[in-house]
């Protein structure tokens, strides 16, 4: 069973559960636990979580919650969420678990917290499900598709992915990985990737630190680049493209006034 609770549809507040059992007796693998942020029709709302009280009432059957990535609409609930659903433990790469770690340190929960690494290309058992964690492109290190076997099929859900041959954050996606699991058989494909159902090719963030290498040259003033923190493929392109252009990053001290103020 595939049942979808945020992130289906819209962008962000990504969480999903795939059930296996009788209604009665079923065991939930939880795949990730985002946010998404406030927009028009939430004046006053930076953060919106996901709504967790079917989660809630089936504490005793949770057996995993595995995160796809580090991205803040993938994981950045779990930190505020995590503590409600009864110690379930909690599987991710390195590097997604250790951007985790830095958020329970914050929050006074790293200590004790369950937290498991399970290396990209491993298979792992999480209660009844067969997991395997397929190396995916995207903009930050270690994205991950998910395979989710059982006696009942084979269910493969994509996370976050772009098929993209210089991702320059981690190695292009592993269609060689994904073509063995089609011929393997696969029942169910859950995707739901941000412009996935656009037409046409986007362009590869190699090709994207190209452009803002010469715009970056060719700028007669100073610059100033917005991005979010966790698109780590795209701070490495603009400072590598502000190193070739001779800028120099200047970061405004907490004392300084901002004009007008």
């Known amino acids: 069973m595939f049942v979808p609770i945020g992130g289906v549809g819209e962008i962000g507040m990504n969480l999903y559960l ?3 059992g009788p209604p009665d007796d079923r065991e939930w693998l939880i795949v990730d636990l985002g946010i998404t942020f406030g927009g028009e029709t939430e004046p006053g709302v930076d953060v919106i979580l996901p709504d967790i009280t079917f989660l809630e009432a089936e504490r005793p059957n949770l057996k995993g919650l595995l995160l796809t990535h580090a ?18 433990p909690v599987y991710a790469t390195s590097f997604t678990a250790s951007m985790l770690k830095s958020k329970l340190g914050e929050a ?13 290309g491993h298979r792992y ?10 190396t995916m492109s995207h903009s ?9 076997k059982t006696e009942l099929g084979t269910a ?6 772009k098929l993209d041959e210089a991702p320059l954050t981690s190695p292009a996606t592993d ?16 995707c739901d990737s941000t412009n996935a159902v656009r ?3 986007s362009a590869s963030e190699a090709d994207v630190a190209v452009v803002l290498e010469r715009l970056i040259a060719e700028a007669p003033k100073r610059v100033a680049v917005t991005s979010f923190a966790s698109n780590v493929a795209r701070i490495r392109s603009v400072a590598n493209a502000a190193r070739a252009a001779g800028r120099h990053h200047r970061r405004r001290r907490p004392d300084e006034r901002r004009g007008g103020e």
């Not at 006074?108 to 990209?120: A, E, K, M, N, T």
């Not at 493969?156 to 992915?161: A, F, P, Q, R, S």
């Not at 269609?175 to 859950?190: H, P, Q, S």
């Open 140 to 148: 930050i290190p270690e994205p991950s598709a998910v395979m989710i």
């Open 108 to 120: 006074g929960l790293l200590q004790d917290f369950p937290l498991h690494v399970i290396p990209l």
């Open 18 to 20: 795939y059930g296996y």
């Open 175 to 190: 269609a060689a990985r994904l073509k063995a699991l089609g011929e393997e058989g696969v029942t169910a494909m859950i």
């Open 125 to 134: 058992k999480i209660g009844p499900f067969d997991v395997e964690l397929i």
């Open 156 to 161: 493969l859900h994509t996370g976050d992915w």
């Open 199 to 201: 037409e046409g090719v």
């Open 71 to 88: 991205h803040e609409d993938h994981f950045g609930a779990v930190v505020d969420l995590w503590p409600r659903l009864g110690g379930v």
